[in-house]
């Protein structure tokens, strides 16, 4: 049997090995147009900002190592120009001699990846404005970046890539701007989370424009001049371009593959494409998203080497393993903070016209009582039938890794947040508290669902009305220290023996720092005879973070 690999990297590099693994006698060939076979995609950032000094860590394997190890013949330098799937051939382009040579196959992988956006504006092709998409990529930018240690860099896009660029150029003593056209960054997040990393992002001095355009770009004498929309241009040194990215499917299309919706290689549930000769793997492949039943691409290294292994299995045993898609599970780290996200955001769910429900929860990273302890923020929605956990996002400075883990395995098996208020967690002072904030978000959820605790989303502030009453249960002090206008203040301890002073006939939204306190001044509330009592998810804190950034965004309008 002889196997054709297009492609090296994540998906393809993965495919092959396994291949090999089961499979002693045969002929397994990889075909890589760039100058590297397997290499660690997700630490480019970091060998930038010379997090990462060494940069052989970068390389996984080499061609002469799969050669050596697997017996793969692995060609880098090598670019499939066109697939006969009638002959089933492909046409290889030498891009060291410009040789055009022919290879037959009787089973063929496609793992092309995916190419960066790079939008038709003026200028775009300047020296000093780059992609980062591989080693050759990530070698011209270190190279670039280090004849301006003081310089000034320009982030075009701000999600993933985008924020741990931001970052690392940071590191290196650069000043740095962000540029994003929507109005947060890391668009899987849903706007909240996104603030408090915004708000934690320019602490650090970086210049953040959201709702910014990006028009061209220009070269002057003293660098570039990047020209936005309604607004003055920025002077650059560099400029990164992370716009995002959209699969590579050039091969599949002059091969006559059938793409899907979403414009990637569609695949079956055993990564094979519409010619049965054809699997395919990686950033190029769509498939059925698990949670709202479309389409949709996954640029992810996780996903990618798991889809090789299958794919491997597919190939040599016949079609007996499923894969069964990705929920998107992602972590970055921005500065000082971690976020991490799995599932499906709210905003994207409503997209869908997914019906669920949304829980905001803050927990420390580990019990209170030992030194060092952080504050999380945890949103998770679910569904309001059964309680099937949809979409999890963490936001903090510890612990948030495996947090997400759990939350990402209970999305993944279509499990329900009563699994959350049972989970059982490895429990000692300096990792969590007895109650883990896995455990805290569900107990939340559940009063949700069973209506013991009705909540109200931030934005609920600004449509209150004359017969709306704000209450704020927090301490006098932490409400002089600041509040939300027009709130009355009652703290939680007070509450019984005040009650005579809120009238029954208003509607009484509760808020406290971040949602605990609330809680129990609305239980006192229901149980004694009011009828209409909200708590604002997250508290003070979420709707702080929240409407600082909306203040932002509203003054640059304005401005504009």
Known sequence: MKYIIIGGVAGGASTAARLRRLDEQAEIILLEKGAHISYANCGLPYYIGDVITDRNQLFVQTAASFKQR???DARVLSEVVTINTEMKSVEVKDLKTGILYTETYDKLVLSPGAEPVRPPLEGINLEGIFTLRNVTDTDQIKSYVKQFPAGHAVIIGAGFIGLEMAE??????????IVEMIDQVLAPTDFPIAAIAQQHIRSKGVNLKLKTAVTGFERKANGLKVHLKNELPLEADVVILSIG????TKLAIGAGLTLGSAKGILVNEFLQTSDTSI???GDAIEFINPITGNS?????AGPANKQGRICANNLVLGNKQRYHGSINTAIVKIFDLTVAVAGVAS?????????????????????SY??????????ISFSPDNGRLLGAQIIGKEGVDKRIDTLSSVIQRGSTIDELTEFEHAYAPPYSSAKDPVNMAGFVAENILLKRLQVVPWTTVSEFGPNDLLLDVRTVKEFYTGHISGAVNIPIDDLRNHLYEIPKDKKIYIYCQIGLRGYLAQRILLQSGYTEVYNISGGYKLWEACTAEMKINAVKLQVV
């Not at 990215?245 to 590579?248: F, K, L, T």
């Not at 030992?370 to 949103?379: C, G, L, R, S």
């Open 70 to 72: 697997f017996n793969i």
């Open 279 to 281: 699997y395919a793997v």
């Open 296 to 300: 949709m691409p996954t640029y992810l």
């Open 245 to 248: 990215v959209r699969p590579d």
């Open 168 to 177: 690392n150029l940071y590191h290196l003593g650069m000043k740095v701007t």
């Open 347 to 367: 905003k994207h769910l409503q997209a869908a016209k997914i019906p669920h429900l949304v829980s905001t929860t803050h927990s420390g990273s580990h019990a």
């Open 370 to 379: 030992y030194p060092d302890a952080e504050q999380m923020t945890i949103q």
